[in-house]
């Protein structure tokens, strides 16, 4: 078995600092690895990017990421990226990452995602060139999650995004904002290789638990949904999500 602890729109800046670290501290204990699914700042700068450096340091197990919209508002990212690794977090973006465990060998591939919309709702590449170049922003960010999915060579396989793949759990949001939480086409990269779990957070009012097209669990862990510091999930080798 393989623990998965994640979390999501922790948010850090100076006056959060502390409030993840007392479950930190029991998290080895707990599990395996820290998947932490974007907006780790506030606003995107380099001082906020130090703040969760601090919190998500020296932790015990492996904590990767991947960056959210806030992550990039001060247009900062390389800067936040160097500082996050400064703290061993491990950033991905269209990469995967594999991690040796107890319970075997965990593959996890992350890209940030982007929105759209979702199957018979969503936007599409159509009219003015700022219409094209968002969808296909999109498109790029799908493709680049299913080719790092279908690359790795583990025994279980997590996506991790900020942005949602499926409509399940953005369940509470207002459905006037859908396109701009998620796209169906990062549900479709998910669904092309054999993905055990996949977690995401950027809906901070939506709900925890959906399910892609294919079957795949998806757990939205905004901090704001899971109301505590991390939810474990406990994955078994080449089988779906058992938490
Ligand atoms: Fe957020
Ligand atoms: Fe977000």
Known sequence: MIRVAAVADVHMDSDVLGRYRPALEELP??????????????????????????????????????????DHHRDQVPEVVKTLEGGGIAVLEGEGTVIDTPGGRLGVAGAKGFGGGFAGRCASAFGEPEMKAFVQTTCDAADRLSEALRRLECDVLVALTHYAPVPDTLLGEPLEIYPFLGSYLLGQAIDSAPTALAVHGHAHMGSERGVTPGGVKVRNVAHPVIKQAYSVFHLHARARAAA
């Not at 395996?32 to 506030?42: I, K, M």
């Open 29 to 70: 204990d707990k599990a395996d690895v820290l998947l932490l699914g974007g907006d780790l700042t506030r606003h995107g700068s380099a001082a906020e990017a130090e703040c969760v450096a601090t919190e998500f340091r020296d932790l015990g197990v492996p904590v990767i990421a991947v960056l959210g919209n806030h």
